[in-house]
């Protein structure tokens, strides 16, 4: 069954940085290396959003992230990272990675940003 593992989370100050990971389990690096994979975030009260995505060829931001954030994998590890900088308080929220195979949503690691 494929299920994700993310990591990395924290409190930091705004203008900080955190790497996020996520390890996508139970999937052939085969179809990892086919599939997109994607960085979702959720904050109280508020609808789960894309934050990015990354598939074999291209990579793609929601506007408030872009020039902050950058999305990339490791297909050896079945695992995909997100490098955010520059961290803002509206960017707190728990992230959860997902892929466009399908699989079970992990708990996600929650991103506290203090102004």
């Known amino acids: 069954q494929l299920q994700f593992v993310e990591s990395g989370g924290g409190l930091v100050h705004a203008g900080g940085s955190l790497r996020l990971s996520c390890l996508a389990s139970g999937l052939s690096g085969f179809i990892f290396r086919a599939s997109a994979m994607y960085w979702y975030r959720q904050s109280p009260g508020k609808e789960r959003e894309l934050v990015a995505s990354?598939?074999?060829?291209?990579?793609n931001y929601v506007d408030s992230v872009k020039g902050r954030f950058t999305i990339a994998r490791d297909n050896a590890k079945n695992t995909v990272y997100l490098q955010m900088d520059n961290l803002k308080p509206e960017d707190t929220a728990v992230y959860y990675c997902?892929?466009?195979?399908?699989?079970?949503w992990g708990q996600g690691t929650q991103v506290t940003v203090s102004s």
């Open positions: 997902y892929s466009s195979s399908g699989g079970v």
């Open positions: 990354i598939s074999p060829t291209d990579t």
